[in-house]
């Protein structure tokens, strides 16, 4: 027989029967081999003009050869469609992230809040359970009577991926738990991979001619998103139990005590892990486990504290995506020196001037760093910092590696100033620096490229559109071929199917995944379309306060045009919304008022379908949609508390009197805000009267 290369390389015109018989096979199997790594393992081996080749060979062969055609020819297979990976899970409740702290003192305001939130007195103790910040990938157990049904990666944190048989194979994993166990159990806790099997995993890999990992994280990570679940089982991958998410019995007060059962009950805890009785002995074992943490066996970024008491937990609630009642106390970012080769400046979707820095690569905290921050131009005149410098450079867990110093007797003799631009780089228009701030702002707006890509980039990010497949790469490919230029340009890609899949439809797949991946997010929360525009201060958490008290894309529009005018009543009660002050209104007013925005708005609105936001528990909430004022000190709980509680329940809550609020809540030594409420004839609740409304 020929061997196959003398064949894979042998004119078409050339080819026996035989020959193209034995070809067809082959392409039918290499670009089969190559669909699935495209689409299913999402690491693409062969490049898009090798891909290319294969399909235009294996035309060509087909059409001289009609009859050998195979059965599952390639070019009549029907695309793998996203089945081929994962399904997804949603989670019964979602899965949290934790806010950060960088040093003791931001540790004492944690615990300060958490004291002012369930109005704590100073003789109360507020125990705190300290543990190790395991660095991996958190995972969702969920046991129905004893039986592990369902293993969840985290995912956006709402929806993850169902990796069951991937997580069954690890040691650390029970698949049957003992009697009297709770019915429904989901047991949450972080996979990892210790340092010394990552090394020699990457030996094996590096023998294999394999991938090779950065870091243990990643490490862990590749290896538990495999489709075969035959390779998860040989990598070294462990697991420490933390927390749980859907339970259906009360079985511990506190989150020591839960640790404790889990233990009982065959999963393993972090050994480290301490009750502490005051945050300075919480503080103490930071100190003691920073000092221990190159010598652990798994990396760990910081400690995280827990509010030991459940009951408390419960009460301290949430605030976006993040629990109240725990910290991530972050060890201090590992330090390198490298030589600064250039300063780029980088256009944001705000039109920003962001100075990044060009390395000499150098290994920091496990991984490689070529680029670093240098935040802005009164950052760069501070530190002196010149191209060609000795600096030195420092990364923390995910946060963008920055530059801290110049090393000054390392300096070059002939080194110059830095001058910050006063044009955009990317578009030619000026670039101002307003009184007061330390930010210098391209003025082009949208006919800044550089700023509508970046928008466009936020419009898809994970908490605004989120579409599978459509990232920053992507987005750069459609922008510069002209395909998106603005949002409503995504949700019309699909008239442009011809040009994506290509002249041979080489692209069929992946562009028809991709536009139904579009299709699927044809409707949205409001809330989420409001974070995704990208206005300027219009995080996820005001995004949600405006959705709640407008309800509507076109209610919130109104009010924004009408605020506009600040002695406008819009504006008051624009400014009335706790937690918006004027420079966020300014930013919302301005946003809205601008025409272009007008006709994006109007453009994306015909696209889409805005679901008004739902305010929970409306359907049994007395208050839900309500707006009430807290005044005055109240007893029972806390200010914070006691707002959270009324959010919850559908309230929007206010921070001052007008015609438009329901109720005003009064506590003790009540101001001008009860004396507004009476003259203006709003009704008033005493606390007691407040918590017999909501049923408390
Ligand atoms: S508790 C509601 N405990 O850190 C609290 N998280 O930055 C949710 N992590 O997504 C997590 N060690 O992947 C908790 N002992 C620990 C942890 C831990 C590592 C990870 C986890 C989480 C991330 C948040």
Same mark, same amino acid.
């Given at each position: 027989?020929?061997?196959?290369?003398?064949?894979?390389g042998?004119?078409v015109?050339?080819?026996?029967?035989?020959?193209?018989?034995?070809?067809?096979?082959r392409l039918?199997?290499?670009i089969?081999?190559a669909?699935r790594?495209?689409?299913?393992?999402?690491?693409?081996?062969?490049?898009?003009?090798?891909?290319?080749?294969?399909?235009?060979?294996?035309?060509?062969?087909e059409e001289?050869?009609?009859?050998?055609?195979?059965?599952?020819?390639?070019?009549?297979?029907?695309?793998?469609?996203?089945?081929?990976?994962?399904?997804k899970v949603r989670?019964?409740?979602?899965?949290?992230?934790?806010?950060?702290?960088?040093?003791?003192?931001?540790?004492?305001?944690?615990?300060?809040?958490?004291?002012?939130?369930?109005?704590?007195?100073?003789?109360?103790e507020?125990?705190?359970?300290?543990?190790?910040?395991?660095?991996?990938?958190?995972?969702?157990?969920?046991?129905?009577?004893?039986?592990?049904?369902?293993?969840?990666?985290?995912?956006d944190g709402?929806?993850?991926?169902?990796i069951?048989?991937?997580?069954?194979?690890?040691?650390?994993v029970?698949?049957?738990?003992?009697?009297?166990?709770p019915?429904?159990l989901?047991?949450?806790?972080e996979?990892?991979?210790?340092?010394?099997?990552?090394?020699?995993?990457?030996?094996?890999?590096?023998?294999?001619?394999?991938?090779i990992?950065?870091?243990?994280?990643?490490?862990?990570?590749?290896?538990?998103?495999?489709?075969d679940?035959?390779i998860?089982?040989?990598?070294?991958?462990?697991?420490?139990?933390?927390s749980?998410?859907?339970?259906?019995?009360?079985?511990?007060?506190?989150?020591?005590?839960?640790l404790?059962?889990?233990?009982?009950?065959g999963?393993?805890?972090?050994?480290?892990?301490?009750?502490c009785?005051?945050?300075?002995?919480?503080?103490?074992?930071?100190?003691?486990i920073?000092?221990?943490?190159?010598?652990?066996?798994?990396?760990?970024?910081?400690?995280v504290?827990?509010?030991?008491?459940?009951?408390?937990?419960?009460?301290?609630?949430? =605030?976006?995506?993040a629990?109240?009642?725990?910290?991530?106390?972050?060890?201090?970012?590992?330090?390198?020196?490298?030589?600064?080769?250039?300063i780029?400046?980088?256009?944001?979707?705000?039109?920003?001037?962001?100075?990044?820095?060009r390395?000499?690569?150098?290994?920091?905290?496990?991984?490689?760093?070529?680029?670093a921050?240098?935040?802005?131009?009164?950052?760069?005149?501070?530190?002196?910092?010149?191209?060609?410098?000795?600096?030195?450079?420092?990364?923390?867990?995910?946060?963008?590696?920055?530059? =801290?110093?110049?090393?000054?007797?390392k300096?070059?003799?002939?080194?110059v100033?830095?001058v910050?631009?006063?044009?955009?780089?990317?578009?030619?228009?000026?670039?101002?620096?307003?009184e007061?701030?330390?930010?210098r702002?391209?003025?082009?707006?949208?006919i800044?490229?550089?700023?509508?890509?970046?928008?466009?980039?936020?419009? =898809?990010?994970?908490?605004?559109?989120?579409?599978?497949?459509l990232?920053?790469?992507q987005i750069?490919?459609?922008?510069s071929?002209?395909?998106?230029?603005?949002?409503?340009?995504?949700?019309?890609l699909?008239?442009?199917?011809?040009?994506? *899949?290509?002249?041979?439809?080489?692209?069929?797949i992946?562009?028809d995944?991709?536009?139904?991946?579009?299709?699927?997010?044809?409707? *949205?929360?409001?809330?989420?379309?409001?974070y995704?525009?990208?206005?300027?201060?219009?995080?996820?958490?005001?995004?949600?306060?405006?959705?709640?008290?407008?309800?509507?894309?076109?209610?919130?529009r109104?009010?924004?045009?009408?605020?506009?005018?600040?002695?406008?009543?819009?504006?008051?009660?624009?400014?009335?919304?706790?937690? *918006?002050?004027?420079?966020v209104?300014?930013?919302?007013a301005?946003?809205?008022?601008?025409?272009?925005n007008?006709?994006?708005?109007?453009?994306?609105?015909?696209?889409l379908?805005?679901?008004?936001?739902?305010?929970?528990?409306?359907?049994d909430?007395?208050?839900?949609?309500?707006?009430?004022?807290?005044t005055?000190t109240l007893?029972?709980?806390?200010?914070?508390?006691?707002?959270?509680?009324?959010?919850?329940l559908g309230?929007?809550?206010?921070?001052?009197?007008?015609?438009?609020?329901?109720?005003?809540?009064?506590?003790?030594d009540?101001?001008?805000?009860?004396a507004?409420?009476?003259?203006?004839?709003?009704?008033t609740?005493?606390?007691?009267?407040w918590?017999?409304?909501i049923?408390?």
């Amino acid at each position: 027989m020929t061997g196959e290369a003398d064949t894979a390389g042998k004119p078409v015109e050339e080819l026996s029967d035989a020959e193209a018989k034995a070809e067809l096979r082959r392409l039918s199997d290499a670009i089969s081999e190559a669909d699935r790594q495209y689409h299913v393992e999402d690491a693409p081996v062969l490049t898009d003009a090798e891909y290319d080749a294969l399909r235009r060979r294996n035309q060509a062969i087909e059409e001289r050869f009609p009859d050998l055609k195979l059965a599952d020819s390639p070019s009549e297979r029907v695309a793998p469609g996203p089945s081929e990976g994962f399904s997804k899970v949603r989670h019964a409740r979602p899965m949290l992230s934790l806010a950060n702290a960088f040093n003791d003192e931001d540790v004492h305001e944690f615990a300060r809040r958490v004291r002012r939130f369930l109005s704590l007195g100073e003789e109360d103790e507020l125990a705190l359970v300290a543990e190790p910040k395991i660095d991996g990938l958190s995972a969702a157990l969920r046991y129905v009577d004893g039986r592990l049904e369902v293993g969840a990666t985290r995912g956006d944190g709402t929806e993850g991926e169902n990796i069951t048989r991937n997580l069954e194979t690890l040691d650390d994993v029970p698949t049957t738990l003992p009697a009297g166990v709770p019915g429904i159990l989901e047991v949450r806790g972080e996979v990892y991979m210790t340092k010394d099997d990552f090394v020699a995993l990457n030996d094996r890999q590096a023998k294999a001619g394999g991938k090779i990992f950065a870091n243990p994280r990643n490490a862990a990570a590749g290896s538990l998103r495999q489709l075969d679940p035959t390779i998860t089982a040989a990598r070294p991958l462990r697991f420490f139990a933390y927390s749980w998410g859907e339970i259906s019995e009360n079985i511990a007060d506190t989150h020591w005590e839960f640790l404790k059962k889990l233990e009982a009950w065959g999963f393993t805890t972090n050994p480290l892990s301490q009750r502490c009785e005051s945050v300075e002995s919480a503080l103490a074992v930071y100190a003691d486990i920073g000092e221990r943490r190159t010598t652990l066996p798994y990396d760990i970024d910081g400690v995280v504290y827990k509010v030991d008491r459940l009951d408390w937990q419960q009460r301290l609630g949430m =605030v976006s995506r993040a629990p109240r009642w725990a910290i991530a106390h972050k060890f201090k970012a590992e330090q390198a020196e490298t030589v600064l080769k250039a300063i780029e400046i980088q256009v944001g979707r705000t039109g920003a001037l962001t100075p990044v820095a060009r390395l000499e690569p150098v290994k920091v905290a496990g991984v490689t760093v070529s680029n670093a921050t240098l935040h802005n131009e009164g950052e760069i005149r501070r530190k002196d910092v010149r191209v060609g410098d000795t600096v030195v450079i420092q990364r923390a867990g995910d946060v963008i590696p920055q530059v =801290v110093r110049v090393i000054l007797e390392k300096r070059p003799a002939d080194s110059v100033e830095y001058v910050f631009p006063e044009t955009c780089p990317e578009c030619g228009s000026d670039a101002e620096q307003p009184e007061g701030e330390a930010i210098r702002r391209c003025t082009g707006g949208l006919i800044c490229p550089a700023q509508a890509v970046e928008r466009l980039k936020h419009f =898809v990010s994970r908490d605004a559109f989120d579409i599978e497949g459509l990232g920053s790469k992507q987005i750069d490919g459609f922008y510069s071929n002209g395909l998106i230029k603005r949002p409503g340009d995504i949700f019309r890609l699909k008239q442009h199917r011809d040009v994506l *899949i290509g002249e041979k439809g080489t692209k069929t797949i992946s562009t028809d995944n991709l536009l139904a991946a579009i299709e699927d997010r044809r409707s *949205i929360g409001f809330d989420r379309f409001i974070y995704s525009l990208g206005i300027r201060q219009v995080g996820q958490a005001t995004a949600r306060l405006l959705a709640i008290n407008y309800g509507t894309l076109e209610a919130l529009r109104t009010a924004m045009a009408a605020a506009h005018d600040p002695e406008s009543e819009a504006h008051a009660d624009l400014l009335n919304i706790d937690q *918006i002050g004027s420079s966020v209104a300014k930013d919302l007013a301005d946003f809205f008022a601008e025409d272009h925005n007008a006709e994006v708005l109007d453009d994306l609105a015909a696209e889409l379908t805005i679901a008004p936001f739902a305010a929970p528990a409306a359907s049994d909430s007395p208050i839900a949609g309500k707006t009430v004022v807290f005044t005055g000190t109240l007893t029972r709980i806390g200010r914070n508390e006691a707002k959270a509680k009324a959010e919850s329940l559908g309230a929007k809550v206010a921070g001052s009197v007008s015609k438009k609020t329901d109720y005003v809540i009064i506590g003790a030594d009540a101001g001008s805000k009860a004396a507004k409420a009476e003259a203006l004839g709003v009704p008033t609740l005493s606390e007691d009267e407040w918590f017999t409304l909501i049923g408390e």
